[in-house]
Each structure stands twice: as structure tokens, then as C-alpha cells.
């Protein structure tokens, strides 16, 4: 009997051995496996791959030439005196485009906006619907940022069509490009880029109805970037009166008018998603659209013979125009929400 008592106790004693020895195992998998983890976000750093060709490689360099654009976009143009959450700007070579696109970004400069939607259409790559980078760092050389990993997870969520397709970011200029200007331009702040391919109407539809609930919620603490270049490769006088076509319906929020244009060839915007994806959002907020800026490639260079166009613009909170004084009666202006369409440009060049 004393003997069975000996055996039944060791039997226990090895079980509990056993039991403690899986569940020191586990435990320290976990904590391992957590580690490794925490060691591998630093690395997910997509480089600057436009550095030295599009914007300046050298820190110092970059930070003076956006500088000075900055301050003539301020000796310029005024602030608009509503809250802006979302701007149209230039992709190009900032020797091109930078001008342009620093009045877009003068406008939001010193606000604490927490997170910058990106939005640019695919110039390389070829694919069905809505590429997003959910997580990591994106490197230029003022700077690395970091993604905002929960907004990206909400816009998986709500809008089918975003998926991960790395491909797509790998050689896409019309994101970065504008990540230096933000860095100059904004405070601490995270981003979520997406490049856009092909859509279909109720991929819009989706990702406008996912942007326009997270501004409900964060009415200020969220911009929204839409990367575009205008017409390509026209004379300057063709160029300028297909811009300022498109331009007028962008300011009208007439997305109708705009996809009708697009598809006639009477204007162009290489950016056409993303420009449509924020104004579907402006429509049901009811915004404002702020022209703030136009030029082309031949402003720079002085051949007007083939040129490309880029603008900047602003959307904005529009108030009660009761509530106004007389000088932001005058600058605001409210418009009627037209319906969407789908419109597509793409365009090659150091000036696109």
C-alpha cells in the first residue's frame, strides 16, 4: 500500500513537473515571439526612392528649398479662415510643381492635424482596386514617419476594396513626393498612404462614406492629401484652358461635369481617383473649394510648345454665412452636391 502511495506521488510530482515545464514553454514563446516582433517594426522602413531626382537628397538642401517656397505661397495668398481637411496638390519634380504645391500646403501649415490620408492613383503598377500600407515607417530625408495603424485598420474594414498589395509603393513617386512638405509644413503626425488602380463606382462610394465618418468623428485632427498632376503634354494656351476647365468643376463639386470632361479628353488629371474620392467626401460634408493656385512645366522652363499642368486647392469646413464677417463672406463660397463618376489619367515624366 505505502508503495502505491510512493508511486501515486511521483506520478503527480512528474505531471506537475511536466505541467509547469509547458506552461514556462508557452510563456516564454510569447514573450519571445513578442520580442522578435517589437524587433521587426523598425525594420518595415520604406526608403526615399525619389531623393535626388524628384526633390533634393541632401537634409539641408530640401529643408531650405521648401522653406522658400513656403514663405512665397505666405507673400502670396492669405489663409482661409474656415478649417481645411483636405487639398489637391502637385506631384511633380519640385523644380516644376513645388511652387504649386506649397500654396496648398501653406494653407494647413502649423495646424495639429494627428493623421494624413494619402491618396495617389498608380503610375507603374497595374491593379484592381485600393493598395494601403497598414503599418511601419516611410523614410525621406527630413525624417521617418510612422503609419497610423488603426485608421488604416478602419478603412480595410469598411471599405472592401483596400487591400495590402506592397507592389504598388514600391516605385510610386506621387505619395512621397509630398511627405518633405508635410514634414515642413505640420507637427508630429502619422500617415496612411493609399495608391489608387482601377475602381469601380461603389469602391468610391465606400471609401468616401469610410473618410467622411472618421472627419465626423475627428472634425480637425484629420487631412486628407489627394496627389495629382492636370493636363499633359499640350501647348501652354491648350494646357491652361483644359486646367482651368477641370478647375471650375472641381471648385463646383461637379463631379458629373468632371468625369464628362475627362472622358472627352476636354481636361485631364493623372490623379483622377484620389481628386474624386475627396470630392464625393466634400460633397456630404457640404464643403468649400478654394482655388488656390495654377501654373505649368512652362512657367519653368519657358517651352510652351508641350507642358504640364498643376494646381492647388483646398477644401474646407464651409460656416453659416450669417455667422461671417464681411471679408470670409467673400472668400467662402457653398456649393451643391453633384453625383460621382469615374475618371482615370495616367502620365510618365519628371514633370508628372
Known sequence: MDGMKKVL??????????????????????????????EELPLKVRKPVFAGSFYPAERNI??????????????????????????????????YSGRVASFAYYQVKGKEYRTVILMGSTHHVAFRGISICPSGLWETPLGRIEIDQEVAKTLIDHC??????????????????????LQKALKTFRI???????MEENDYKTLS????????????????????????????????????????????????????DLLKGECELCGAQAVTTLMMTAQKLNAGVK???????GDVTKDTSSVVGYGAIAFYYA?????????????????????????????????T
Open 319 to 351: 460656416k453659416d454665412a450669417h455667422s461671417l464677417n464681411k471679408k470670409e463672406q467673400k472668400n467662402l463660397a457653398h456649393h451643391c452636391p453633384q453625383r460621382t463618376g469615374r475618371v482615370y489619367r495616367k502620365g510618365k515624366h519628371s514633370q
Open 209 to 260: 462614406d469610410a473618410l467622411f465618418k472618421l472627419l465626423q468623428q475627428n472634425p480637425k485632427n484629420i487631412l486628407i492629401v489627394a496627389s495629382s498632376d492636370m493636363s499633359h503634354f499640350h501647348s501652354y494656351s491648350k494646357a491652361n484652358q483644359m486646367d482651368n476647365l477641370a478647375l471650375k468643376d472641381i471648385e463646383a463639386l461637379n463631379l458629373e461635369k468632371l468625369e464628362s
Open 9 to 38: 506521488s511521483y506520478k503527480l510530482r512528474v505531471a506537475s513537473f511536466k505541467t509547469k515545464h509547458v506552461v514556462y514553454g508557452m510563456v516564454l514563446m510569447l514573450v519571445l515571439s513578442m520580442a522578435a516582433y517589437t
Open 291 to 297: 482655388i488656390l493656385q495654377h501654373a505649368n512645366s
Open 160 to 181: 472592401k476594396a483596400v487591400k495590402v498589395f506592397p507592389l504598388a509603393f514600391e516605385r510610386e513617386h506621387s505619395l512621397e513626393v509630398q511627405l518633405p512638405f
Open 192 to 198: 496612411v498612404p493609399l495608391v489608387m488602380g482601377s
Open 62 to 95: 530640401l529643408d531650405k528649398t521648401i522653406d522658400s517656397y513656403l514663405k512665397e505661397a505666405e507673400s502670396k495668398s492669405e489663409r482661409l479662415p474656415s478649417h481645411v481637411f483636405g487639398i489637391i496638390a502637385p506631384h511633380a519634380g519640385y523644380e
